[in-house]
């Protein structure tokens, strides 16, 4: 007995050697741990107090951020500034994310996307190597990307992005919609930083599948952004106004222009009474007023608001910025609506020379200018310049986005529109208002005026291809569901109506012309539609 006494106490006194040596050595790894845990908390939080400071400094870049400064060299400071965060913070990884993810923002401020991409991309390497993640910072940085992902048409990269950052923020204890904005019971709700956070995230997720045309989802997103801004004790104005912004952006997609109208209109007095009323943002969203009463045949009211905004823009925004040239294609565009066709044209051409002049990162946006080039010319009867400008639109948008882009879509239409009134073999022209017309019926809603013009191009082009019954059919369904829909299709019910009434020409057709009269009196007297 004495023999195994003394072999157990031998083994536990090896065993408490053992876990002593073994303990200090844990305790020596935990102080370690804690030790690089420390450092990268105070390095994180010193690159914070830095980014502090120099974001007041680089919100003169952003020229849609609520501080203003002097900004001729705005770009050049940036570029430098990229440059030594680069060579002089390489040792310090955290630090010089935090500051890149503050000039990439500012890049985006100039409308700068590449660089913006460049500068941003290089942060969220730099997040993701990190020992410990700042996940808050990583989820901010690939909303970022997604925005400019969005901004360069590249789509489907920016929802993976967008749905990135969400599933980050909600892994990490970001609320819910349903609780931050209306908690049935348990503790207060979040607030503040966490909630924007959230907020912002599901904004762009929504809007990403706006931009996809899955407004059912986008729609769902976007209110619940809302909510959870509205649900918060003290309303951040300022993020609610953006909200509001990409929620009259979705109405504007499906149709309903009379509720995108009086939400842009509820973002525009927030953030006037806000920044006031030379603020860029502030203009920026004065002429998302303009350019809606524009498409509600409100031209006369919306040339006025456009020409404040673009006094603004101009004065404080880089000539080629993209909002300054939305916001000179949107008055180009609503000058040609009231007549004004020289200076309609002038204004646009303008925006025209400056998308060429900046190469790739116009590319996109230079469809839309020629598209709205092209609506003047025809109406000027310049119909082999209206034709050229509509098959280039055509063709660079075809190229980017493919057959399955609505806007593709719409612009083949008129392609083969303006194509079919000047050919002398109409019929060869029908297949590509089907292939159009495919694509608009999937991706957007009944009554939409992207939707039912082109269907009433195509029974115009049925009936000069000799297919009268087919024609007439087609005519007929496109004014009845563009007269009973939104406002904005209005345009295509009077196009579709004035072929009724050159179909109806004949003494036997009188009562269907005198009908087609009557429904087409009343929609109004409003200016002749594109």
Known sequence: PFLLFAALALVTIAFSVNATVQGRRLAAERDRANVERDRANDERDRARATAAVLEGLFDRADHLAPGRGDTLRVTQVLD?????????????????????????????????????????DTARALLEAAPVVDSAALASTLVDLGNVARRRDRLAEAEALHGRALTIRETNGAPTAARA?????????????????????????????????????????IDSALGMLRGQPVLDT???????????????????????????????????????????????????????????????????????????????????????????????????????????????????????????????????????????????????????????????RQAKTGDADPNASVLLSKLADIACRRSDTPGALLPDFERALVILDRML???????????????????????????????????????????????????????LLALYAGDTDGVRRAAVQAALDSLGATPRPR
């Open 80 to 120: 430098e500034g990229v440059a030594r965060v680069n060579r002089e913070l390489a040792t310090q990884p955290m630090v010089r994310a935090e500051l890149l993810q503050v000039l990439g923002r500012a890049y985006i401020g100039l409308g700068r996307y590449a660089d913006a991409e460049r500068t941003l």
């Open 238 to 396: 300022a993020h609610y106004a953006d909200a509001l912004n990409n929620r009259a952006a979705l109405a504007s997609r499906t149709g309903d222009l009379a509720s995108a109208l009086r939400i842009a209109q509820e973002s525009h007095e927030l953030n006037h009474a806000r920044l006031g009323s030379d603020h860029p943002r502030v203009a920026s969203e004065l002429a998302n007023v303009g350019f809606l009463l524009d498409r509600l045949w409100r031209s006369a009211e919306a040339v006025p608001l456009l020409r404040e905004a673009l006094v603004v823009l101009r004065e404080r925004l880089p000539p080629a910025h993209p909002a300054t040239r939305s916001a000179m294609l949107n008055l180009g565009g609503a000058l040609s609506r009231t007549a004004q066709f020289d200076e309609a044209e002038a204004i646009i051409r303008e925006v025209e020379a400056i998308e060429r002049g900046i190469g790739e990162e116009g590319r996109i946006q230079l469809t839309f200018t020629l598209d709205n080039l092209a609506g003047v010319l025809e109406k000027r009867g310049r119909l082999d310049a209206a034709e050229a400008a509509y098959r280039e639109a055509y063709g660079i």
């Open 181 to 221: 904005a209306a908690p049935a019971a348990g503790p207060p709700p979040p607030t503040g930083p966490t909630v924007r956070a959230m907020a912002a995230s599901l904004a762009s997720v929504g809007t990403g599948h706006m931009e996809r045309g899955r407004f059912d989802s986008a729609r769902i997103y």
């Open 445 to 499: 809603p009944p009554g939409h005026g992207f939707r039912v013009g082109p269907r009433g191009q195509y029974g115009a082009c049925l009936v000069r291809a000799g297919r009268r019954d087919d024609g007439e059919r087609e005519l007929l369904a496109a004014f009845e569901l563009a007269r009973r829909g939104p406002a904005n299709a209005h345009g295509a019910a009077r196009h579709a109506g004035r072929e």
